[in-house]
């Protein structure tokens, strides 16, 4: 079994890719395809779960002209703000709500869930 890990777009799209194949006929658990599929559903989802809720930031930061600087109040500290946006740390309960409050980003988004 040949799986690596979800570093860039392209190999998150070729594990989407191939799991769409599963969905339509899901392999027998315990089986050699079976441990692919559990395996590549979890890098998928950890994938998400670390990626979009930044990609939601990135995106309200586009649309509405804001800089780092700008998540200041809702995140912390910049080096705090670099660090979220890097995907080097996560983003607590307090930051969604900021989030969600100062700049109306769905909580559900920052989730990521």
């Known amino acids: 079994m040949n799986i690596h890990p979800i570093r860039t777009r392209k190999d998150y799209q070729a594990a989407l890719r191939e799991l769409s194949a599963y969905f339509d006929n899901e392999p027998e658990p315990g089986?050699?395809?079976?441990?692919?599929?559990?395996?590549?559903?979890?890098?998928?989802?950890?994938?998400?779960?670390?990626?979009?809720?930044?990609?939601?930031?990135?995106?309200?930061?586009?649309?509405?002209?804001?800089?780092?600087?700008?998540?200041?109040?809702?995140?912390?500290?910049?080096?705090?703000?670099?660090?979220?946006?890097?995907?080097?740390?996560?983003?607590?309960?307090?930051?969604i709500r900021n989030l969600h409050r100062n700049l109306g980003i769905p909580a559900e988004s920052l989730i990521g869930a």
């Open 31 to 95: 089986t050699e395809d079976g441990d692919r599929f559990d395996i590549l559903s979890t890098l998928v989802e950890a994938c998400e779960a670390k990626h979009f809720p930044i990609e939601a930031i990135r995106h309200r930061m586009e649309q509405g002209g804001l800089t780092m600087k700008d998540l200041v109040p809702s995140i912390g500290r910049p080096n705090r703000v670099h660090e979220v946006l890097s995907g080097k740390r996560g983003l607590t309960i307090e930051m």
